[in-house]
Nanobody, 121 residues
Framework: QLQLVESGGGLVQPGGSLRLSCAASGSTLDYHAIAWFRQAPGKEREEVSC????????KYSDSVKGRFTISRDNAKNTIYLQMNSLKPEDTAVYFCAGSDYPICLSIMDYWGNGTLVTISS
């Protein structure tokens, strides 16, 4: 059973950067695609980015493409989301989610509890 814990959220000014981490335990990440989702107040949850089990394939939503970068270090059992050029509309709770599939199919089986990212001056 994969357990996921997010960290790295906080308050940042527009234009700033943050790096979120997702630490996994209970199972190796080697066979799991991992995605980052976010949910802003009053809005539906949105898939932001996903990375395949090997890291060979990634995908991004149009809203973050070119600004966010997903990466993984399977040796450390950790996934990262580097967020640059942050905008107020990036404000949300960010969730890490794991899939039992090795490729990004948006079928998630495990969820973390989320970390809050607030972009404000």
């Amino acid at each position: 059973q994969l357990q996921l814990v997010e960290s790295g959220g906080g308050l940042v000014q527009p234009g700033g950067s943050l790096r979120l981490s997702c630490a996994a335990s209970g199972s190796t990440l080697d066979y799991h695609a991992i995605a980052w989702f976010r949910q802003a107040p009053g809005k539906e949850r949105e898939e932001v980015s996903c990375i395949s089990s090997t890291g060979g394939s990634t995908k991004y939503s149009d809203s973050v493409k070119g600004r966010f970068t997903i990466s993984r270090d399977n040796a450390k059992n950790t996934i990262y989301l580097q967020m640059n050029s942050l905008k107020p509309e990036d404000t949300a709770v960010y969730f890490c989610a794991g899939s039992d599939y090795p490729i990004c199919l948006s079928i998630m089986d495990y969820w973390g509890n989320g970390t809050l990212v607030t972009i404000s001056s």
